[in-house]
């Protein structure tokens, strides 16, 4: 009885497996989605952002320029998600690991990340902030970003 109960279920499962299996979008990795809709007037929130490709992949380890600009076009798809676009950022929060622990950014990595900045925004905006931190959420992570937009 156990034989053929067997048997059942293994060609139950063969003619499952012969079906076809919808393909389900893959989740972008290493953004934050929306919290608001881009309505005019209203605020977006683009939080935690970190140097992670599509597939989940840390980019450029151990190099903060690399880390930055992946987070900034990571921020630019979470924007386009709202049709946002960079010029609509209000205010930046970088949070760049500091070995030392201090809550100040070194001069080496605050012109890094204004380097990279500058290739973003002819402009920047107007209230940017630099903030060293001791621990990111992963050791090879260099760099976090939060930023504010409004449309």
């Known amino acids: 009885m156990n034989y053929l ?5 293994w060609l139950a499962l063969a003619s499952c497996s012969q079906a076809q299996t919808p393909v389900l979008p893959k989740a972008p990795t290493g953004y934050l989605y929306k ?28 190099d903060l320029t690399a880390q930055t600009r992946q987070v900034f076009e990571n921020i630019k798809t979470s924007l386009a998600t709202v049709n946002m676009t960079l010029q609509d950022i209000t205010q930046i929060t970088y949070s760049v690991k500091e070995s030392t ?29 630099q903030k060293g931190v001791g621990q990111t959420v992963r050791d090879d992570v260099l760099i976090e970003i939060e930023v504010i937009a409004v449309k």
């Open 5 to 9: 109960r067997n048997v059942l279920i």
């Open 35 to 62: 919290v608001e809709p881009g309505i005019p007037g209203k605020t977006v929130y683009v939080c935690g952002q970190r140097p992670f490709n599509e597939a989940g992949e840390l980019v450029g380890p151990g």
């Open 101 to 129: 622990g201090s809550t100040q950014v070194s001069s080496a990595n605050a012109q890094s990340v204004q380097a990279v900045q500058a290739t973003y925004f002819a402009q920047p905006p107007k209230l940017v902030e």
